[in-house]
C-alpha cells in the first residue's frame, strides 16, 4: 500500500463517524484559533513599536539623569545633603556633572535637556490652547507630514489634534503658517510671545503620547524666558542629558554605565527602554497563549479517545488487512495519519478563522481606540508563526495518536478477525 493509498484510506476512516471526528477537529481549532490570534497580536503590537522605537532615543545614545533615592517608608532615613533641594522630589544634574559625564572615556558628546513650560500656542483660529511639548533632539519623529523641527530656528511640529483645533483643515494646510507660543517668567510672570512656523505634522505614537515638538532654538528662548532673573545655580540645571556615546557596542555602554553609576549618577540605553516595552507584551500575549496550549491538550485526548474508538470499530478490519499482508509498520502509519489530519484540519481551520477575525478586530480597532495611530495593525500574521502553529498541532496530534496506533497495529489477525 503506497503513502498515497494510506492516506486515502486514513481520510475515510475518519468520516465514518462524523460527529466524533468534527467533535475532536472543533477541539483543535480552538487551540489554534486562541494560539494564531494571540500571536498575531504580538506580532502587530511588537511591529507597531518597532517602528516607534526611533522615538525613544538613537542606539548610540545614552539618557543620564540623577540616581534619586527613593522614598518610601520603608527605607531608612537619607543623610542630608545640601546640593539636593529639601522639596524637591526630583534631583538635578548640575553643570559639574555635565562635564564629569563628558570626562568619561567612550563619551563623544553631551546634550543638555533643557526643561521649558509655555503657557499656550495660538493659530490661524485666535482661540488660546494649553500647550505641552517635547524636546526632538535625539529621536527621529515619525511625521505625517512635513519635517521634524530642529536647528536654531524658531520651529514647531504639531500633533493632528492641534492641527485643527488652531485652525487648519488638514496636516498638509498647516504647514509653513506662523503659529504665537507664549512663554512665563518663574520669578515676574511677565509673559513673552514667540513666533514659531509650523515645519511639520506628527503621526501618533504610544512612545511619547504624540507631544507637540519643538526646535531646540524654540526650547533655548522659552527656557530663557523661564528662567530669567533666576540664580545661575537654578539656571543650569537639568533633568537628565543625552550622552552619545563613540563606539556603541554593548561592552562599551556597559562599561560607561557602570562608570557613571559609581558617579552618582543614572542611565539607561536604547535597549533597555526598548526591551521592557517588549518584555511586556510577550509577557501579556504569552499569558493568553496559555488559554490555547490549555486547549490544545483537551484536543490531544480527544484524539486519543477518537482513534481508540476507531481502532475497537475497526478490530477485524485491521485483523483482515493484516491477515492480507499488511505489515505493523502500515497499519501504525494509517492511524498516524488519522491523528495527523485531525491536527492539520483543525490547526488549518483555526488559523483560517483567526485571520478572518483579526480583519474584523482590526478594523473595529482603528475606527476606535487605534484611531488616529497611523501604521498599527492590532493582530498581523507571519508565515512563519502560521506554519509554525500548523506543525506543533500536527506533531501534537501524531503524538497523541500514537498509543492508539500501536496498539491497532499489534492486533492478533485471528483474535482481531474474531472480534465481535
Request: with cysteine; aromatic share 6%.
Amino acid at each position: 500500500m503506497k503513502l498515497r493509498d494510506l492516506i486515502g484510506t486514513a481520510a475515510a476512516s475518519l468520516w465514518r463517524n462524523k460527529g466524533r471526528t468534527l467533535l475532536t477537529v472543533l477541539a483543535t481549532l480552538i487551540g489554534a484559533f486562541t494560539i494564531a490570534l494571540t500571536l498575531g497580536i504580538r506580532v502587530g503590537v511588537n511591529s507597531y513599536i518597532s517602528k516607534q522605537v526611533d522615538n525613544v532615543g538613537e542606539k548610540d545614545q545614552l539618557m543620564v539623569y540623577a540616581d534619586t533615592p527613593s522614598g518610601s517608608a520603608s527605607d531608612k532615613p537619607q543623610k542630608y545633603d545640601p546640593a539636593v533641594s529639601s522639596t524637591a522630589s526630583t534631583q538635578m544634574l548640575t553643570t559639574k556633572q555635565l562635564n564629569t559625564i563628558a570626562k568619561v572615556k567612550g563619551v563623544a558628546k553631551v546634550t543638555p535637556m533643557k526643561s521649558f513650560t509655555a503657557e499656550y500656542i495660538q493659530g490661524a483660529s485666535k482661540q488660546k490652547y494649553a500647550i505641552t511639548a517635547t524636546d526632538g533632539q535625539g529621536t527621529h519623529v515619525d511625521m505625517a507630514q512635513g519635517l521634524q523641527a530642529s536647528g536654531q530656528a524658531y520651529t514647531v511640529d504639531l500633533n493632528k489634534a492641534y492641527v485643527k483645533a488652531l485652525g487648519y483643515s488638514n496636516a498638509k494646510a498647516a504647514l509653513g503658517h506662523t503659529v504665537h507660543i507664549v512663554a512665563a517668567n518663574q520669578a515676574t510672570n511677565r509673559r513673552q510671545v514667540l513666533r514659531a512656523k509650523i515645519v511639520g505634522v506628527r503621526n501618533a505614537s504610544i512612545v511619547d503620547g504624540g507631544q507637540v515638538v519643538f526646535s531646540p532654538g524654540l526650547i533655548d528662548a522659552i527656557n530663557r524666558v523661564n528662567n530669567a532673573g533666576l540664580p545661575s545655580s537654578v539656571k543650569n540645571q537639568y533633568y537628565n542629558v543625552l550622552a552619545t556615546v563613540s563606539h556603541p557596542t554593548k561592552r562599551n555602554l556597559s562599561r560607561i554605565q557602570a562608570a557613571l553609576t559609581k558617579k552618582g549618577m543614572a542611565s539607561s540605553t536604547f535597549t533597555d527602554e526598548v526591551g521592557s516595552i517588549h518584555q511586556t507584551i510577550n509577557a501579556v500575549t504569552g499569558g493568553l497563549t496559555m488559554f490555547g496550549a490549555i486547549a490544545l491538550l483537551a484536543a490531544a485526548f480527544g484524539i486519543i479517545n477518537t482513534l481508540y474508538m476507531s481502532v475497537r470499530d475497526r478490530t477485524r478490519e485491521i485483523g483482515l488487512m493484516k491477515a492480507l499482508g499488511l505489515s505493523r509498520g502500515k497499519i501504525f502509519a494509517s492511524f498516524s495519519l488519522e491523528a495527523a489530519l485531525i491536527g492539520l484540519l483543525g490547526a488549518g481551520c483555526g488559523c483560517g478563522l483567526a485571520l478572518l477575525a483579526s480583519g474584523l478586530v482590526n478594523k473595529a480597532a482603528t475606527s476606535s481606540f487605534l484611531k488616529g495611530m497611523t501604521g498599527f495593525t492590532l493582530i498581523q500574521f507571519s508565515a512563519s508563526n502560521t506554519l509554525g502553529i500548523l506543525a506543533l498541532i500536527t506533531v501534537i496530534a501524531v503524538l497523541a495518536g500514537t498509543l492508539p496506533a500501536i496498539r491497532a497495529s499489534r492486533l492478533v489477525p485471528i483474535s482481531a478477525l474474531r472480534y465481535e
